[in-house]
């Protein structure tokens, strides 16, 4: 079966520090979304690539938060620094355009 | 108001019995429309997509939609306690090059044995 391969599965670090999280979507997926869950917030979309073109990051803190998508096969969430508030699940997600999409199976992240 | 609001539940329900999860969303020109399984501890995962009003079935799983009400329900039938999840609603809309997905908060199912 297809999947959506996130790395690293489990991520802790001090406060202040970078985190890098990356997601191999499904090979032909033309688009890509980073998703945050938290118990309180749930499901929040931090950004949205379209064939490697972000077409929506308004749910991202710019000033500490960034996404790429270098090449097809790679996205990335970088965040710099980290704060504790930033623990959360982070998923990545694929698809096509009028489809559903695949989540890989998400970075744990807690900012001590 | 909440772009997709569902109930979080505990929805209980007996072993064999029907539950019923709704969902209703606010922006009408909302194009499709998801329901997604999350098992504690893992990644959502789809289990039926619909389109258009109606009912579509898939197995124990039927989704209906109701666009003038801005509903949309999963039915699942003969519960069983693997059943036991998370059901979260997914709802798509834009135009063109751009189109968003808001998810509900999702409810919990509970299926007792």
């Known amino acids: 079966d297809a999947r959506v391969t996130q790395t690293p599965r489990h991520k802790v670090t001090e406060m202040g520090q970078e985190v890098t999280m990356r997601c191999q979507p499904i090979l032909g997926h033309n688009t890509v979304f980073w998703y945050r869950q938290t118990m309180m917030q749930g499901l929040e979309l931090l950004a949205y690539f379209r064939n490697r073109a972000p077409l929506d990051d308004s749910g991202m803190p710019k000033d500490r938060f960034s996404a790429e998508m270098p090449d097809a096969t790679l996205a990335t969430l970088k965040i710099q620094p980290s704060e504790p508030r930033d623990s959360a699940v982070y998923f990545c997600?694929?698809?096509?355009?009028?489809?559903?999409?695949?989540f890989g199976s998400g970075t744990r992240l807690t900012v001590v | 108001q909440k772009e997709v609001e569902q109930n979080s539940g505990p929805l209980s329900v007996p072993e064999g019995a029907i539950a019923s999860l709704n969902c209703t969303y606010s922006?009408?020109?909302?194009?499709?429309f998801f329901w997604y399984r999350q098992y504690s501890g893992k990644s959502p995962e789809l289990i039926m997509s619909?389109?258009?009003?109606g009912d579509k079935e898939d197995g124990r799983f039927t989704a209906q939609l109701n666009k003038a009400s801005q509903y949309v329900s999963l039915l699942i039938r003969d519960s069983q306690p693997s059943d036991s999840a998370t059901y979260l609603c997914?709802?798509?809309?834009?135009?063109?090059?751009?189109?968003?997905?808001?998810f509900g908060t999702g409810t919990k199912l509970q299926v007792i044995p």
């Open positions: 922006d009408r020109g909302s194009q499709s």
């Open positions: 997914a709802v798509k809309a834009g135009s063109g090059g751009y189109q968003k997905v808001t």
């Open positions: 619909i389109y258009s009003n």
């Open positions: 997600a694929s698809g096509l355009v009028r489809s559903g999409y695949t």
